[in-house]
């Protein structure tokens, strides 16, 4: 028996609450919180005690949205009544009756935060693997550009799935990544080092796939997938190595 539409992405979804998945630039987190929204679930990112931190973004007293908040000190505090909760999410005040805050006894779900190649990562869930590694951010060959983050009215299924489709390229993409005149796709090669997916493009008959090219934005190559990066949604030209110095 073949499985519905939907219980297929829900099945994805469960599975991807284990992995990281960017929710913000690191660079967004200053004297305000942020709204992010990951697999369904709405969150507010804050940098509390110097670091960030992923709660739920729903105030347990009124339901108000804690993005629309404020940072004060090292808590984050609520736009509503002024309830304000500490980087583990647990209510620190209540202002209209401080005497009141250990017996009330309020708390906010807080979820795994960590940084790394200046994206704040978060993980519903207990991480199955390590946030992927972007070891050309200290490569001085490389320039790194950040996109504006935009909306995508698809389903998480469905954009996996767009990112490893190369057969669209020239016509979707056609004299960018892809030729119309040229739609043929060549066998791709996937392996695996460890937990992570990698797979090479040079069958894909765009310019400068598969190899070092100049262009205005700087040096480009071959990408690299993990399962982390996929989960995520995310595309990063991310390796310049050889085909001929991978392992094995």
């Known amino acids: 028996m073949s499985m519905s539409p939907e219980s297929a992405a829900g099945s994805l979804y469960e599975a991807l609450l284990r992995f990281w998945h960017p929710v913000a630039y690191s660079a967004q987190l200053h004297d305000k919180p942020v709204a992010a929204t990951l697999l369904g679930r709405r969150l507010v990112v804050a940098r509390l005690n110097g670091k960030a931190q992923a709660m739920e973004s729903r ?26 909760f500490n980087h583990q999410g647990r209510c620190v005040l209540t202002p209209a009756r401080e005497e009141l805050t250990d017996t009330i006894r309020a ?50 299924p469905r954009r996996l799935e767009n990112f490893v489709d190369f057969s669209h390229f020239a016509y979707v993409h056609d004299g960018t990544i892809g030729s119309r005149s040229n739609p043929r796709v060549d066998a791709v090669d996937v392996w695996r080092e460890g937990h992570v997916l990698r797979f090479d493009r040079a069958g894909v008959k765009e310019p400068g796939a598969g190899r070092l090219w100049k262009s205005v934005n700087g040096p480009c190559a071959t990408p690299t997938w993990s399962p982390s990066s996929i989960a995520a949604g995310s595309a990063n030209c991310v390796s310049a190595r050889p085909r001929h110095e991978r392992p094995g």
């Open 107 to 156: 708390s906010i779900q807080t979820y795994p935060t960590t940084e790394s190649a200046g994206m704040v990562w978060v993980c519903l869930e207990e991480p199955e693997f390590p946030v992927p590694a972007f070891p050309e951010l200290g490569d001085p060959e490389y320039r790194v550009l950040q996109g504006e983050a935009y909306d995508w009215k698809t389903s998480t």
């Open 59 to 84: 105030c347990p007293h009124k339901g108000a949205n804690l993005s629309l908040g404020a940072i004060v000190g090292d808590t984050l505090e609520c736009a509503y009544h002024g309830w304000r």
